[in-house]
Structure formats: structure tokens, C-alpha cells
């Protein structure tokens, strides 16, 4: 079998499963390396390869039927066994997942079909490539493109360029002969070994329960999922940056089994209030141990964009905060942390679209226009162009379609953007016209299909946006265990997901309470006076400061771009931005997805060959 990329290196979690086939005992060796492991099925033939830790994984068999969990899941042996012992068909995989808190992956062998599921919110996912005849799968896409020598589409790199990647042009995985199954959904290979199909096991639950009735079962999964974590004792750690997301979190780990770390990093801004935040919710926390950085030390942005070298199997923007991420990991391992939980997600899960106004605008006209002119003084945004983009009654295709007709047009109003079908994709002036030209023509492309994630467009930009987080998170955890300190964010399981979106969008979202459903799941647990806070650091001044401190880095990047190789970005361009940090263009972020791209392609340069990727 050919490899033209390294397999992830020693210690980096991965896992392959493989049909009940004869052919595929000859695939199994490609995915051997030294500490991987094998799991049979009940023929002795392979059904699991790959590297995982023992506390991540939990195995049981109840006759031909075998049945792993994957990841964070606090089901032990004999409650898999008994599930085992039930399950008679695909299906019953979902309603299994749908019953479980955690964070995983579901593997079945049964009856000679192949079933294997990741999570609704993304963070899991599943790929699959044909391998020697037969359909194989994994939790990553890199893994099956080592295997089958694949490159990534060229023409993928630049849809990836777009600033944002619209739906579902996220899950077109970047390498060749490697696809992607939907989140919320289960692929089962058939029988043949060969033959497989996408059959969905999650949708979201109706949004119809009132604020008291959400928070109790807001207040109940979220506990849930973090004593999934501290069950077990040891040390665990947390972020406490002192807004509500993390505070919470504090809170529910200081009720478990574990001792607490909580650490803090202050900001460089003076308005920042974060750091008096965290010291009031930390003096009602006397058993929790307090841990604030120093903020002279706090990684910037954009800090050691050279040295990164995670084998991440797509890029990612997450690199732009990756020192800073792990910044504290020697720090907590030092402390005997063995998980750091991060309050990632809160803002995705707790608070949600305002793009849910503009059905409640059909429906509740009043009450609408009510919080509708809160959200304008709130935002300072003009009556008019809240009034068009209420007016606005686009199709998700027609919308995509209108997009793509010129990536290059301004950026449309926030009214535009806050109340649509979410934020129009953008190419950024340094990106060559051919490679507008293939994104373009690949939004076209998925324009004349494209489904939205729900037909009320703000349940679609709020699962979009939880898809959009996982694809980020995803790779932190990897970099984070790479690093020593596996991490979790629990706001993103499945379960806690669920528990919000049941919420009615008007109590969830308001322009008079900042994160009522999160308050209120949390009264008695936080303090009242922590759970007042309404303000939220926006770390503007950390990456200004991180555009001044790192431009000679940012130069040396574009001197070798990978994506100028491939004729995606004018070099030159991006340079003169790198001695110009003070632009004031760059104090958004437009810069994150080219770098991401850039980085993942010199990862890809440093793994396998001088030039990994290449136009046809």
C-alpha cells in the first residue's frame, strides 16, 4: 500500500474500522505502527486499528454483535453488553447515542454490516475511502489518505480560502478519495464490505419549551456532562476567564469527585475585566486551587506560526490561537492535571441567532418588533437595513447562488448578516483570481443542491455555527494531547446541545438579558453576583499586539508560501500587509483563513514530501 503522508505520530488517538471481508486482512498492516492496536471481529478478522488510551474506550459483545465506545462516556462494560445484546438493526445505534452524556464515537459490528457514528455536533467525525475493494473508515481523513497515497483537491484549498466557508462546504473533505459522512448521521458499510449508505440518527428537538423548563434540563445535562469527566478522582483543570461559560463550568467540577485547578489568564487590554471576574467567583470556590498566569507571559496571537507542525487533516484557524491555547499545559501537567476543561461553546449553545426573528416576525409580530428595535439601538444598527434584511425571503440556494456571484463585493450590512441565512462568504483581495474563480464555481456547485441545516434560518445558523466551532475544537483537543493535556469542552455534547435548542429562540436570545437560559440553568449552583455579569473580553488588543510582535513571522511565511506554489495567493500582497500590522483591515480577522491554509500546508511539506500537494 502506498503512504505519501506519515500516519499520526506516536501518541496522537486515531482509530480505523474495517468490514468483515478477506480483503480487508490485507489492508489491516498498513495501519499497524508500534502501540496501535487490534480489536476482531467475532471471525478473528481485524475490525479496530489504531492508537487510543484505555479510559477512552470501552468494548462489549453480546454473540456476533460487538459494540465500542469511543471517546468521553462514562457507559462501563456490562450497560454495553446489555445494549449489545439489543440491538438488531442500524437504528438502534442512534437511540443509544440520543441516551448517553459524553462525547464519542459509536462502532457496531452486527449481523456482517459495519456501523460507525461520530457526534451531531461535529466534533466527532467519521470518514471513508475505498480501500483494496472495501469500505473502510476512520476518525480521520489523513489516516485513509496515508493509505491510499491520496493529495488534497487543490480546488478544496481554495474553497477553504473563503471567509466563512459556507454550508455544506465544510464537509468536502481535502484529500482525494476520502469522503465525509454528515454530523448527525451513521454510515453503514453493508455485508459486501463495499457497499455502504448515510442514514441520519439525530435532528435537533423542537423549540418549545419556556425558559424554567429549558434551564431544569439545561442545569441537568450540563452537570451531567462534566461529572462524565471528573468521575474517577485525580486532578482535572479549567479555564475561569470569569465570564458565565466558564464560571459555570468551575462550579459544576467543584460538586465531582476531582480536585479543581482553575486557571486565568488576565488580558493585555486594562478594560479587560476577565481577571476581577475570576477573583470573585474564585473567593467562592475555597477547595478549587486558583491559578493566574502571568499576563507577560500569555503566547499572543499569531505567536510560533513556524514551528507548528500538529498533523492536522484539515486546516484549521484554531493555529492562530494555538500557542495560547497551550500556553498553560506545562503549567497544569506540573499541577497533575489529567483533562482541562474549557468553557468553548457556551456561546454557541446558550445564547443564539437573532436570524430566529425573522420567522417569529410572521408569527409573533409584536413581541418581534419589540426586541428587533432592542437589537438595533444595541448594536447601532440603521432601521433600514434591518428593515431589508427582514424583507429578505431568499431560499438557502438562491442565497448561496447570489453569493457566489461576486466573492469579491463588500462584506453585506451586520442587519444582512445577523438576520439571514448567516454571513455571506468573502475572498479577501490578496487571493488570485483563479482561485476566486474555483471557489466560485464550487459554491455554484453546491448551490444547485444545498440543503439548509433547518428551514427556519436561525436554528440553521445556530447548528451551523456549532458545526463551525467542533471543526476548530476538534483539532485543539488534538494539539492539546499532543501537547500532554487532553481537553474537553463540554457545552459541546450532544446532550447539553440538545437541552438549549428545546428552548424557545425568544428566551434564549434577547437584548435586554445577556444568556438568560445559561443564568438560569445556573441559579443556586453559581453565585448571583458571578452570574450578573453581562460584559465579555474581546482580546482585541492581544492580536493587534500579536500582528506587531510576530510581522517578522508572518514575512517569513509568505517567503515560501505553499499556497503561492500553488498559484492561490499573491505573495507580494500579503507581505506588504505583514509590514503594515497596524492596518485597519486587520483588526478583523481576515487574515485567519489563509493562514490556517498556509500552516496546514507546510505541516503536510514537513510529513511527507518537498511538494505534498500539487495542481493536476
Known sequence: MPERFGMPGHGESHFVVLPDREAALAVAPAFRSPGSRVLPHPSGRPWLVGRWPDDQITVAEAGNTRLAVIGSCPADTARLTREAGRLTDPAGLGRLARSLPGSFHLV???DGRLCVQGTASGLRLVFHARVNGVTVAADRADVLASLLGAEPDVRQIAVRLLWPVPHPMLRTSLWQGVQSVDPGHRLTVLPDGLTFRQDRWWAPPEPVRSLAEGAVDVRSALAEAVEARTRGGGTVSCDLSGGLDSTSLCFLAARGEARVIAGTWPGLDPADDDLPWALRAAAHLPEVEHAVWPVEESPLVYADLLEIDDPLDEPTIGVMDRARMLGHVPRLVAKGSRL???GIGGDH?????????????RRRPLLALNR????????????GDTARALA???SYRR???DSAADLRRPPPSSAANALGWGTAPRMFDWVTPEAVREAGEAVREAAATATPLSSDRGLHVDL???HECTRIIRQWEQMSTRAGLPMASPYLDDRVIEACLAVRPQDRVTPWRYKPLLVAAMHGIVPDECLRRSSKATAALDASAGLRAHREDLSA???ESRLAELGLVDVRRLKELADRPATPALREAILYSTIGCEVWLRTLTARGSRHPVSRP
Open 392 to 394: 429578505d425571503n431568499r
Open 108 to 110: 457496531a459490528a452486527l
Open 340 to 342: 482541562h476543561l474549557t
Open 372 to 383: 428587533l428595535r432592542g437589537f438595533g439601538s444595541l448594536f447601532n444598527r440603521p432601521a
Open 464 to 466: 451551523y455555527a456549532i
Open 349 to 361: 449553545v446558550a445564547w443564539c441567532s437573532e436570524a430566529y426573528y425573522h420567522r417569529l416576525l
Open 557 to 559: 511565511l509568505w517567503s
Open 399 to 401: 442565497w448561496l447562488a
